[in-house]
T-cell receptor
Framework: DAGVTQSPTHLIKTRGQHVTLRCSPI?????VSWYQQVLGQGPQFIFQ???????GRGNFPDRFSARQFPNYSSELNVNALLLGDSALYLC?????????????FGPGTRLLVL | GQSLEQPSEVTAVEGAIVQINCTYQ??????LSWYQQHDGGAPTFLSY????GLEETGRFSSFLSRSDSYGYLLLQELQMKDSASYFC?????????????FGKGTTLSVSS
C-alpha cells in the first residue's frame, strides 16, 4: 500500500507570495495533520482535520489555513510568506482523530522563502 | 502552556542500552508517544503509552508515569542504524480541539 504522499517535494518562493502544499493520506485514513519543522527542532503542530472538519489548530497566524477534501486529501495554504516560514512541512495521517496514536508521516515539503 | 523536556543529545556504543527521558507540562493529557527521525527523513512512530507502565516493542520499550508527568524510551542492543533523533510527543486537548505536541528531540549517536 502507498504511504502518505506530499507534493511538491521542494519549493522556493519569495517573501509575500502564497504557497499551497498538498497531502494524500494512506488509503482508509480519515485524519490528516500538518506540522512545521525547522532545522534542529521537533515538528510543530499546525492543524488537524478529521472527516473534513478542523479538529485542532496550533499557535500559527491566520496566514496559515487548510482544508480536507471528500477523498480525505488535504491542502495547506500559507499567504504572505515570510522568511521565517522556511521549513519542512510534514503531513501525517491516522485512522482516527484522537484515539489512534499511530501517525504516519509523509516525506514532507521543503519550503525555502527568499 | 504546553512544554516537553528531553535531553538534546545522547551518545552510546553498539550493543549498549540507552534511556531517553521526557518530562511534560500539559493540560488535557491523553498519552505519550515516541517517534524516530533519521536525517532527511520523516518521523516514524515507535511507541505509545496511554496508561501508566511499560510498553515493549522488540528492542524498544517505553514507560509512562502520569503522576510524575514523566516518561522514557529505552533502546536495547543498540545498533548503528539507531543513530537518529528521537521525539516524545503528547496528545492534548484544548479549546481549539486536539493537538500532538512534540519535544525538541534527542539526537542519539551510536558508535562502534
Amino acid at each position: 500500500d502507498a504511504g502518505v504522499t506530499q507534493s511538491p517535494t521542494h519549493l522556493i518562493k519569495t517573501r509575500g507570495q502564497h504557497v499551497t502544499l498538498r497531502c494524500s493520506p494512506i488509503s482508509g485514513h480519515k485524519s490528516v495533520s500538518w506540522y512545521q519543522q525547522v532545522l534542529g527542532q521537533g515538528p510543530q503542530f499546525i492543524f488537524q482535520y478529521y472527516e473534513k472538519e478542523e479538529r485542532g489548530r496550533g499557535n500559527f497566524p491566520d496566514r496559515f489555513s487548510a482544508r480536507q477534501f471528500p477523498n480525505y486529501s488535504s491542502e495547506l495554504n500559507v499567504n504572505a510568506l515570510l522568511l521565517g516560514d522556511s521549513a519542512l512541512y510534514l503531513c501525517a495521517s491516522s485512522l482516527d482523530s484522537l484515539y489512534q496514536e499511530t501517525q504516519y508521516f509523509g516525506p514532507g515539503t521543503r519550503l525555502l522563502v527568499l | 502552556g504546553q512544554s516537553l523536556e528531553q535531553p538534546s543529545e545522547v551518545t552510546a556504543v553498539e550493543g549498549a542500552i540507552v534511556q531517553i527521558n521526557c518530562t511534560y507540562q500539559t493540560s488535557g493529557f491523553y498519552g505519550l508517544s515516541w517517534y524516530q527521525q533519521h536525517d532527511g527523513g520523516a518521523p516514524t512512530f515507535l511507541s505509545y503509552n496511554g496508561l501508566d507502565g511499560l510498553e515493549e516493542t522488540g528492542r524498544f520499550s517505553s514507560f509512562l508515569s502520569r503522576s510524575d508527568s514523566y516518561g522514557y524510551l529505552l533502546l536495547q542492543e543498540l545498533q548503528m542504524k539507531d543513530s537518529a533523533s528521537y521525539f516524545c510527543a503528547v496528545r492534548v486537548t484544548n479549546q481549539a480541539g486536539t493537538a500532538l505536541i512534540f519535544g525538541k528531540g534527542t539526537t542519539l549517536s551510536v558508535s562502534s
